[in-house]
């Protein structure tokens, strides 16, 4: 079994900073791409920023210069670093990461964590 759990999100001011992070852990044998998601109510979910294992990274453009998305690949971990807090930040923030299992045929599957919420005031 795999899992992935977040923490770190709660309620901010606009303008504030947070840290997420996200630990996989159980039967890996590797893991390839990481990334943080988020879905607001009422709107589709979306990629926020992802990270491959060898660390170049890509960021939706309402985000760049303010998140920086990295990762531990010792620790099986990503964090996502939010600076310059907005409103529309707010949302479930969730991880995902295509996980090589460590079973017969190393398989690969995307796995999500069960998301954190991140409220951001004006």
């Known amino acids: 079994q795999v899992q992935l759990v977040e923490s770190g999100g709660g309620l901010v001011q606009a303008g504030g900073s947070l840290r997420l992070s996200c630990v996989a852990s159980?039967?890996?044998?590797?893991?390839?791409?990481m990334g943080w998601y988020r879905q607001a109510p009422g709107k589709q979910r979306e990629l926020v920023a992802a990270?491959?294992?060898?660390?170049?990274?890509n960021y939706v453009d309402s985000v760049k210069e303010r998140f920086t998305i990295s990762r531990d690949n010792a620790k099986n971990m990503v964090y996502l670093q939010m600076s310059s807090l907005k409103p529309e930040d707010t949302a479930v923030y969730y991880c995902?990461?295509?996980?090589?299992?460590?079973?017969?045929?190393?398989?690969?599957?995307?796995?999500w964590g069960q998301g954190t919420q991140v409220t951001v005031s004006s």
């Open positions: 990270i491959t294992n060898g660390g170049s990274t």
């Open positions: 995902n990461a295509d996980i090589v299992v460590r079973t017969r045929g190393l398989p690969t599957y995307r796995y």
């Open positions: 159980g039967s890996i044998s590797g893991i390839n791409a």
